[in-house]
């Protein structure tokens, strides 16, 4: 599909155009529900290109009031009105059948339920590429690749400020290049998946090989996110020459998850970041996130390189948090700048943290933290 300069592809905000329900994932979890806007199932060679804009209509009224309460008040607009039906209890009901091990194709959803469709969604495909085009208002998550192979996706820019609005999330994915993308997200920029709890370890595909260079992330939760579904593993992430600066941007790289999501996260690389201002931490490892621990699934995070960032305003420069059982371990720093750091670093079950010629508030590091 090839979008000229100027086009505009609109999409009906008739949610009951997107049945027949399709295979997709919602949330890490497998089922049958309402086709994403641009949706393709075992295909090979497929591309979406052009200068034009895909729009998907989404608003208060439509799609993101399926979302429920949103917490997220700085991007509420004004009109939101959280009296109306949404997914809470389709969430509730989904997860439960992943945990019974119902057969996917007996998890319908669809019309009557309230799971909310992505924008773009390749499913089980090989050699995809998503170039030049504009993408507006999503209903959720963006950019969705699952279970795919070979996945390009240059010079894409991402305006989509609702609840979940993801920018792009490979998930489950092997050979992954993100180049010279604009986000600017109403949740993370880049959301690296592999599946939620017991349906992600079912299915059992890491995403892996992954590279993403030259992207400004505006605005969203994070800019490069591993997590928080991400219990069918991650590793093999390089991250290189990209700018993070909002003050609504709350994190330049975190990696979220939990013992209820597990997974082994490694092989993380960063390196030439410019991050002007994030609210929170610039770089964020968290286990507890979400439900905290309370399941038999220990997460691993280990390896993580990052080389020649320079941030000017955060809370904190690093906030790490593992569990004494499972500390995050192999961290690097090298040639790093955090300025204007407002409470410093948080550190709980950390081992074999490691800095080379690092500054923050101009103290300098070589080896360990002060």
Avoid at 84 to 109: C, E, H, S, Y
Avoid at 139 to 155: A, D, G, Q, Y
Avoid at 293 to 318: C, E, F, W
């Amino acid at each position: 599909m090839h979008l000229r300069k100027n086009a505009i592809i609109r999409f009906s905000q008739e949610t009951k155009k997107y049945l027949p329900v399709v295979y997709t994932r919602f949330e890490g979890v497998e089922c049958r529900n309402y086709s994403p806007f641009v949706y393709a199932y075992e295909q090979e060679n497929i591309a979406v290109t052009g200068e034009g804009t895909l729009d998907g209509g989404a608003m208060t009224s439509v799609w993101w009031a399926w979302k429920g309460p949103w917490d997220d008040s700085e991007n509420t607009p004004t009109g939101w009105d959280h009296g109306k039906p949404d997914q809470r209890a389709d969430v509730a009901k989904l997860q439960k059948m992943a945990n019974d091990t119902l057969p996917v194709q007996d998890r319908i959803f669809g019309e009557g339920s309230y799971l909310r469709p992505n924008f773009i969604q390749p499913y089980r495909c090989k050699n995809v590429l998503i170039e030049g085009v504009t993408i507006k208002n999503s209903p959720m998550w963006v950019i969705h690749p699952v279970l795919c192979s070979n996945v390009t996706i240059k010079r894409v820019i991402i305006e989509s400020l609702g609840p979940n609005n993801d920018g792009c999330n490979p998930e489950s994915c092997t050979d992954v290049f993100i180049k010279d993308c604009y986000f600017n997200t109403g949740d993370d920029c880049i959301a690296i998946k592999s599946g939620r709890n017991a349906d992600g370890r079912r299915v059992n595909v890491a995403s892996e090989n992954i590279v993403i260079q030259g992207c400004t992330m505006k605005d969203g939760h994070g800019g490069v996110v591993i997590g928080s579904e991400i219990s069918g593993n991650c590793r093999n992430v390089f991250v290189e020459n990209c700018l993070m600066d909002s003050p609504h941007l709350e994190r330049a790289l975190r990696i979220k998850t939990n013992s209820l999501r597990g997974g082994i996260v490694e092989n993380i690389f960063l390196r030439n970041i410019t991050v002007g201002e994030v609210s929170d931490a610039v770089i964020r490892i968290f286990f507890y996130y979400g439900e905290g621990d309370v399941g038999q699934h220990t997460p691993i995070v280990r390896n993580v390189y990052v080389n020649n960032l320079i941030s000017k305003k955060s809370k904190y420069a690093l906030f790490f948090q593992g569990y004494e059982r499972s500390p995050i371990s192999n961290i690097f720093l090298e040639d790093c700048k955090f300025e204007g750091v407002a409470k410093g670093n948080k550190l709980e079950y950390v081992v074999a943290l490691k800095m080379k010629d690092v500054y923050i508030n101009g103290v300098y590091i070589n080896g360990a933290l002060p």
